[in-house]
């Protein structure tokens, strides 16, 4: 295969998620429009995971790309210590307008994982302020919030992050809310923070990624939050993935009658484009650190580019042929899984918004380093589609500009997959 670059000979790059001499092939991408990526050889790749779950309206999207070449003309970059600019301050008001409406204060950072250490550092700050000794964090079982250690360690622990366990704070776990342990859970969550030495408790809401993407009901979220604020517990809103639509609402906690203290923004922000994080506050948190200087930030915090980007995509998504593709890719997934259940080996399906997943039952343990998963992602490779297998678990993110023809081809290659299986086959 011309243009696949083995791991083995990859020059000075170490990519994620790998060792330098673990082996496999990268593929090279030329460039990209809409819904395909294409390699210098000729191939067409349909990207149904909007890569790494972060583009919204299709590569290469032609209006911002022009939105960050005029702002590349005017004004690329200034410190913003000390300093701002209409970009950032244009999309924060943006923002806020659309957010839970006990959002009322912005924070920029540089993506998902550093919008997560910035929501856990308000609310230790909070704590501190307040002149109250509150440490511990909650957080559900099965968690990802990112790479970087306060991250890391309000993850769920594993295999990406046993090696540096002993480094992290402490974090109590819940078991993930699924419909048969929801009771469970809330007494689990009571008890632990009726204790009063919980500082904050962090959730992705309604549907947990990279754990194999799990939904929960709006319903045992919103007791879990209301707990948490008879105990006076902060609340922390990880829509990284969930927000800009995903969940077919603007934010996934808008599903919900109670709103989160803070709230962590990244991947679609920018419709993909470029790297951007924001972490969002409610009054209460604002007002209660506001006389004391928050020791946070970065060099590229807000980036005049980047904020640019993210200001063309929000115009992008706040239109009714957005919002109405979202409705019709939810739609989609809805009446494909009639036909995934026709399947045995199907052992769970999750549905919310434009996000559709489902675990084949191989008789093997699951989990992310399932044995089969490099060839489920090899299967529709070849078929010159990218999906993105969780272990044993598929799913497809679609961009929002995807057609039905597309989707149809996605779905179709699906079934090519589950009826290979159905008859015994190994792939």
């Known amino acids: 295969m011309k243009n696949v670059l083995n791991l083995n000979d990859t020059g000075p790059i170490w990519y994620p998620y790998s060792s ?13 429009k809409g819904v395909y990526l294409y390699t210098p050889d000729g191939r067409k790749i349909l990207d149904a995971v909007s890569s790494w779950w ?3 309206h299709g590569h290469s999207n032609e209006y911002i790309a022009q939105k960050i070449y005029e702002q590349a003309l005017k004004l690329e970059h200034v410190i913003f210590s000390g300093f701002t600019h209409d970009p950032a301050i244009s999309l924060a008001e943006r923002l806020l307008k659309i957010l839970p409406s006990n959002q009322k204060k912005l924070f920029y950072s540089d993506n998902g ?44 622990r594993g295999v990406f992050n046993q090696e540096f366990s002993e480094w992290m ?9 699924s419909e048969e342990k929801e009771m469970e859970c809330l007494e689990q969550f009571e008890a632990i923070v009726m204790q009063g030495d919980v500082a904050c408790f962090i959730y992705e809401p309604l549907l947990q990624g990279a754990a194999g993407m799990r939904t929960y009901s709006p319903y045992v979220l919103e007791q879990l939050l209301k707990i948490a604020g008879d105990y006076d517990v902060i609340c922390i809103a990880d829509e990284v993935m969930t927000g800009f639509g995903r969940t077919g609402r603007y934010f996934a906690s808008l599903n919900l009658k109670i709103y989160p203290d803070i709230m962590c923004l990244s991947k679609g922000i920018t419709g993909g484009t470029m790297a951007l994080g924001a972490t969002t506050c409610s009054f209460r948190i604002a007002d209660t650190i506001k006389n004391n200087v928050f020791y946070h930030g970065h060099s590229f915090t807000a980036n005049p580019l980047a904020c640019a980007a993210a200001n063309a995509s929000l115009d992008i998504f706040l239109k009714d042929e957005c919002q109405k593709n979202i409705s019709r890719i939810t739609l989609a997934h809805e009446e494909f899984i ?13 549905h919310v ?38 272990g044993n678990v598929l799913y497809i993110i679609p961009p929002y500009v995807i057609t039905n023809e597309q989707l149809d081809e996605v779905y179709r290659a699906v079934l090519d997959l589950l009826e290979y299986l159905s008859t015994g086959r190994n792939i």
């Open 20 to 32: 330098v001499t673990s082996g496999g092939d990268y593929i090279k991408v030329d460039s990209a």
């Open 54 to 56: 972060v583009n919204l």
């Open 113 to 156: 994982s550093t919008a997560v250490e910035v929501a856990i550092k308000m609310s230790l700050q909070y704590w501190h302020c307040k002149g109250e000794t509150k440490k511990k964090a909650v957080a559900i079982k099965g968690a990802f919030h990112g790479d970087t250690f306060g991250a890391m360690s309000v993850s769920g």
């Open 169 to 177: 704070f402490e974090t109590v776990y819940i078991d993930f809310p």
């Open 338 to 350: 009639p036909v995934l259940r026709t399947f045995s080996f199907i052992s769970r399906i999750s």
């Open 353 to 390: 918004g434009t996000v559709l997943s489902f675990a084949i039952d191989f008789g093997e343990e699951e989990g992310y380093l399932h044995p089969k998963r490099n060839q489920l992602y090899d299967f529709f490779l070849k078929r010159n589609i990218l999906l993105r297998p969780l």
